[in-house]
């Protein structure tokens, strides 16, 4: 066995997600009953930037297993690499490197190793701070289950669980009404939300940005129901579908932010095509942020046990520059800078995609 850390550092970074918690209990209690000290960072890579820590006990971990967001806070604003420092006179933000300004905080906290819990953006952080020799152990998390080399990451199924509970509730509406209900999702460029999402709740329709839809497609479907008596039809849209030739619909756009491109907007699009061409009412729902909070669904709370009791065995064994990983249901670790500039988008020729069209489901592309 190799010599374990006295104390190691954690922090949570990027987008809270359902299980963010889970993961901070199974560390630290993990890590104090191999004796090492945890300390947790606040408000993910900020915190150490701009030095703010707390040590975490078995009493601040204790009872959160099924709170949702994270204790320690977080920010995605917070690449240490490209830190944004003001605005110039244009409004636009200053950028400055201060790797080694976190590096000196986390030194001078006596840390011997960093646990990061992030998607793919908080990964790429870590870089400079596994480059300057501090073992940085990856925990992937994001409800979009986009992240390079994981076959799932922890936040996925409480994502889906809301979102096919509010398909199945928007099912009794559009029936009532003989309407179409367009349900727009998250997950960035990738479609599992609404893949897995659009099947459990019986959508009828399901776009995702690996299989660009045609609107006229979609209104076909429509019709085609309508003549077999079905009244009304529910649409499962990501937010980052688009049509055959058309571009992503954007929400928002944050210069400061190292994802930018904050997505949105599409279920409107669809929603008003759709009472265009196909001459039936139809409404839109945009899920949101509500996919990322409350308790994590158990599973999700499996997983980021499983996770957090991985992170400290790779540490007891002293492996380096690791990140958990799920890989043909097994827990295991690859890499951690392997995911970055990668996304795990949903191959078209997934075997859900035949299930789904099995059953009837248009993806809007036939
Ligand atoms: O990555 C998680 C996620 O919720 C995406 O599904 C979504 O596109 C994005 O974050 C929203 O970001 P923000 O919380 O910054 O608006």
Redesign the pocket.
Known sequence: MTDLPGRIGILTG??D?PGLNAVLRAVTKDAIFNGIEVVGIEDGFLGLIENRARPLGYQDVSDILTVGGTILGTS?RADPRRFEVGRDADGQPIFEDVTARALAHASERGLEALVVIG?DGTLACARPFFEHGLNCIGVPK???NDIYGTEISFGFLTAVQVATEALDRVHTTADSHGRVMVVEV???NAGW?ALHAGIAGGADVILIPEIPFDIDRVCEKIERRRRRGKRSTVICVA?GARSRGGVRVVRER?AG?P?PV???GIAAWVAERVEERAGVQARHVVLG?V??GGTPVAGDRVLATQFGDRAIELIKAGERNRMVALQQGRVTHIDISEPAGRQRTVPPDHPLIAAARSVYTSFGDE
């Open positions: 990027g987008g997600c995605n998607g994001t409800i979009d998250m997950g960035r939300i937010e944050d932010s994802d904050k997505l949105g942020h996919q990322r």
